[in-house]
């Protein structure tokens, strides 16, 4: 019974270090983020003034605080990041909800692997902005088409992992359910599913990063005609290069926001509490 | 009969005759044979085991001793794999994808789930016999307790030590409540004295039990320690080269002089076997 003793002591241990590292966690990433930026301002402002830049094209820092909070005030901020939030939800939720049971499956069935193993191989290099011009011209200027677009972006890594994730599962564990006359969906939610997490997990987050430039994307190619993408765009025309770099800002602290209030604590409840890892 | 006599006229003997009376066969294995792609791995292995006996099956690595539980557990079969069969497995009668009765495996490798504590781990095999929700903790307690873990209940697999998987993972199959319990190498991971204390469990629990147990080890000490009964695998390919009955009195003791004469009497009459082969 003593190692039992050992392992019980060292659980305490073991849990504590969670919340505090998850706080930890977002303390270096907030400190990473923030001496970025403080390290691009400053250079930022060097080059504005001691360089000559143009003004127009190198805004100075504090002229771009002050548009930043003019964005914010006018509501104009919340409204373009609501659009292009919105639009990524629904693809990306899409794209869970199917990419991760069809990767899983494909990585169990020799059937679907060859149905769509080729199909998804042959998508996965291609930048996914080809296919705006297509989406267009088959569903117009609409919602439908930005969504569907940011659907297929993002699955493809979605499935690729799951895929990937439940070919590898350790044969003993599928063999436990078996000798259990557990089969079908018992094994694939109680064994698959969990035992692919740590590739699910990488998945998602890349599929997050391809929602994200798909959404932008279409919206560069007028796709949708607000969000943050098109305001950025639209900025472009009338050369305001503050908005642009205000915008760009957005974009970085929304993807650090999202990380460490959704990954972060789905991996400590998932993958750390279990001790297996990313590989 | 004693010990020494029966080593001294070691051959094949019928299996009927080791345990006495005829008690119906859980496990046949008539006249099998096993290719993997061109490789003869099994070669006309015939063997009947009587409900409730302990069987260990030993042999070097490579002799093909956990391709043929695999064949009994069926986690090999002739469509899945390249693998090529001759003759029959059954148990109680059926085939393996077929059986009636309920089969446990356990692994070297413990193969708990990373993602369960050890007691969802046990409740793993409540929720294949579909007991209700509400009986699964008691029972799955009731295991835990049997091979002594109730302190580590909540605890998940990466913070046992092997010993303690191990238990969890003979406390999950034994939650099946099997009528044929399947042990590949089950101590093979685990240091001498871990292993020492898991022998005595697995004897102990299997007595309180109806099961028959089929044991794969390379350890001739676990074999005569645990068998009623234990088969000799010759390697490449594997064939039955032995059987052997193992008649000390239970509860057993692996340091008496009997055993310990039995178990080098045995080592000394498996034939060609290279030195090193097993460990004590």
Known sequence: ?????????????????????????????????????????????????????????????????????????????????????????????????????????????????????????????????????????????TLR????????????????????????????????????????????????????????????????????RAAIGAEFFSVASNGIGSRMFQAKDYVQMDVILCLLVVIMVISMIIDKLVFAPLEARTVRRWGVGER | MSSVELVGDLDRRPSRETNGSAAPVAVAVNDFSLFLGPKEVLRGVD?????????????????????????????????????????????????PAERKVRCGVVFQEYALYPWRTARRNIEFALEALRLPRDLRRDRSLHFLRQVGLTASADLYPHQLSGGMKQRVAIARALAYEPSVLLMDEPLGALDALTREKLMQLIEQVWRQSETTVVYITHNVAEAVFLADRVLVLKGDPGEVVLDVPIDLPRPRDPYDSKALRLERQLRDAIPDMPVGEFDT
């Not at chain 1, 006359?181 to 990063?209: C, E, N, W, Y």
């Not at chain 2, 409730?52 to 899945?80: D, H, R, W």
């Open chain 1, 1 to 141: 019974m003593r190692v039992a003793d050992a392992a019980r002591r060292r659980l305490p241990a073991g849990g504590e270090q969670v919340p505090p590292s998850v706080m930890t966690d977002w303390l270096k990433s907030a400190v990473a983020l923030l001496g970025f930026l403080v390290f691009i301002g400053f250079t930022w402002q060097v080059l504005a003034k001691v360089a000559g830049f143009d003004a127009l094209l190198f805004p100075s820092v504090p002229a771009l605080f002050e548009r930043f909070i003019e964005l914010a005030k006018s509501g104009e901020l919340l409204d373009e990041t609501l659009a292009t939030l919105g639009r990524m939800a629904l693809g990306y939720a899409a794209a869970v909800v199917v990419a991760v049971p069809l990767g899983l499956a494909m990585g169990r069935s020799p059937l679907l692997q060859d149905l769509f193993g080729p199909v998804i191989n042959l998508l996965l290099p291609i930048p996914i902005l080809v296919l705006v011009p297509l989406f267009i011209l088959w569903l117009g200027l």
């Open chain 1, 145 to 212: 088409a930005a969504v569907l677009l940011i659907a297929i972006a993002s699955s493809l890594p979605i499935a690729v992992n799951a895929w990937s994730g439940s070919q590898r599962i350790e044969p003993r564990l599928l063999r436990v359910a078996q000798s259990m006359d557990v089969h079908g969906l018992g094994t694939f939610v109680k064994v698959v599913l969990p035992a692919a997490m740590p590739s699910i997990l990488i998945g998602l987050r890349q599929g997050l990063a391809m929602a994200w």
């Open chain 2, 47 to 95: 063997l009947q085991i009587p409900a409730k006996q302990f069987v260990a099956i030993i042999g070097p690595s490579g002799s093909g001793k956990s391709t043929l539980l695999n064949a009994i557990a069926g986690f090999i079969t002739s469509e899945s794999s390249d693998a090529e069969m001759r003759g029959e497995v059954l148990i109680d009668g059926s085939p």
